[in-house]
């Protein structure tokens, strides 16, 4: 009988955001992978077999992932929110696309879930409600240059900004960096939204103005959306704002 990879997007934390896909994925592996953190997500069932590992390790994780597949088993990869965002699934290929033969006949399947910004962004209305663009702050895996490039191409055509992987101890300047830089193409009032730990115990939600926003009150699991010169604020008596882009009108350059 020949294996299976599932790459399974776990959603950001509430098990609500489950897919029912990514749940069958699950409940059908002999065998988990996965980032420690996301593994203590799924719940045990017995017979089922555990790799937690360290959240740096995604190449050799991948590589044990489509080992382990390759032996016959039915093996899930699990991620935070979508496989595809920043996460395993590009690891998966890429070990694929530098591996074995063999793994190019593997079935390979990655389950969607819901990834961070559209969780953030549902819980303050719509800021992605027009054209925006996903950007990791993170410099581990490319130069600063190119993130200070791609926030000033992006921020100089109109687009809504969601910066994941913010900040870290390794990396405590970049996003205060980055607001700078922002303040330079859009208005101080911009609406900049802080998502922390979005649909889990510790969840914790802000809105500021671009002016005001600091880099302090983010961190590892902070999502943040910067809007447009378009985005807009409404003001609600004893509720909190809604934030939101419109489809119509003035949409910037
Ligand atoms: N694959 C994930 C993203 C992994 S990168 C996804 O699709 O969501 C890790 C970054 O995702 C974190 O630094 C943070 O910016 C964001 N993130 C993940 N889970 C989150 C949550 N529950 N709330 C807010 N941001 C989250």
Redesign the pocket.
Known sequence: MSGRLAVV?LG??DARWLTPEAEAALAEAETLYGYAGYLERVPPRTGQSRHPSDNREERARAQAALEAAATGAKVALV?????????MAAAVCEAIEHGPAAWRSLDVAMIP?????L??AARVGAPLGHDFCAL?L?DNLKPWETIERRLDAAAGAGFVLA????I?RARPWQLGKAFELLRRHLPAATPVVF??????AD?RVMIATLLEADAVKAD?????IVGSAATRLIARPDLVPLVYTPRTGELGP
Do not use: C, K, Q
């Open positions: 997007g950001p934390g991620t935070a929110g979508d496989p595809g965002v920043f996460a879930g819901v990834t961070a910004m969780a953030v990791s993170s910066l994941y992987n913010p870290s998502g922390r730990a979005v649909g889990r969840e590892m699991a902070t999502l943040i």
